[in-house]
Structure formats: C-alpha cells, structure tokens
C-alpha cells in the first residue's frame, strides 16, 4: 500500500496554462442554465402573438431565427394603426398593476399582504417573470411610445424575435466567459489539481 500526497489549488492559484485548461474542462462539461427560461419566454411570446417559429439557435457556433407570420390580414399594419391594435388587443398582456406588498407581525405570526394597482401599471418581465421577457418586448415598448409610420407588424415581431436571440447569445457568452468561470469557481470553493483538472 502507499499513499500519495497532491497539492489542491484554488483558481486564483492555477497558472494561466492550467487555468486555460480548467476552463476548457468547465465549458465542456457544463450546461448553460438559462436555457429554459430563455425558451420559455420565447414559447410565451409565440402563444401570446400571430406567429410561429420554425427554428432557432444561438451559441458558439453562430445564431440565428427562422418564423412565420399567421395572419396575413394584420401582418402590414403600420403606424397609428398598428399601435391602435397592439393597445387594444394586447395591452392586458404587456402590462401589469404595479405590484405592492406589506409584511408585518401581528400578535408573533407574521403576516403578508399583496395587489396589483388598478391605476399604475408597469412592464416588467410580464411574460414569465424572468429578465429575457424585457429582452423580447422591449422593440414593441418603444413602438408604443414613439410610433413609426413605415413599421409593420411584422417587422415589429423580427425586431422583437432578433432581440430575443441577440440577448441570448449575449448571456450565453457571458455565462461561458473566462470571468464567470473564475468567478463560479471562487463562489463555489471549486479546487484543482496542479495541471488544471478538477479535484
């Protein structure tokens, strides 16, 4: 029998070769954990207006949405009108009461209370409750503030699915950074060996 003695090392202590190497490993093995919700959102997004997406990706590899409009007869509305039928056949979906909460303890049990205004309303992650809702919206929410005569709906709804995408991929590249490796690694104590492998 005999026993072995190995050094651990944190991340900040790995050198850059063996730091490139834990990183290569982590990218590897794994998952981007706002999949989901990224998917999620988009699937509410699809439900929620007249079109259909065909096929999407985003990652390393190049990104990219394919969809259709259903509804040839509101497809080329545009301007005034345009923003006419979005308030009137959306404005429930886009916009929520502003949420208002109060806690406090009566007689050593706590208590909570909730609503939603009936006169302040707000925008925010209304789809799901997950940021990337604001990402897909956010074309539709400038429209209804400042109107563009030669936007279509259509065009309205690409504008909204390329956000959609660029935010992806943009989480997707911050997620599988150098500095969040590192970062996830302090956080969760993660320790190596001296070639980088994870211990």
């Known amino acids: 029998m005999r026993t072995a003695t190995i050094k651990v090392y944190k991340v900040d202590e790995l050198s850059e070769k063996a730091k490139e190497k834990a990183f290569n490993d982590f990218c590897c093995t794994s998952d981007y ?101 604001d990402d897909i919206l956010d074309p539709i929410y400038n429209f209804l503030k400042k109107p563009e005569a030669h936007i ?12 959609w995408i660029k935010a992806c991929e943009n989480d997707y590249e911050a997620y599988f950074s150098m500095e969040s490796f590192e970062d996830m690694a302090q956080a969760n104590e993660w320790e190596f060996k001296e070639n980088g492998e994870m211990f």
């Open 152 to 163: 279509t709906f259509n065009d309205l709804m690409d504008d909204c699915l390329q956000s």
């Open 33 to 133: 954990f706002s999949a989901s919700e990224n998917e999620s959102t988009l699937k509410e997004f699809e439900n929620l207006f007249p079109i259909k997406v065909k096929q999407w990706e985003y990652g390393f590899q190049g990104s990219y949405i394919n969809y259709e409009f259903t509804d040839d007869e509101i497809e080329e509305l545009s301007g005034i009108r345009l923003l006419k039928y979005l308030y009137n056949n959306y404005w429930t979906d886009l916009f929520k009461g502003k949420y208002y909460s109060k806690g406090r303890y009566i007689d050593g049990k706590y208590t909570y209370k909730s609503r939603r205004s009936k006169a302040i309303f707000e925008h925010c992650c209304v789809l799901t409750g997950y940021c990337i809702d």
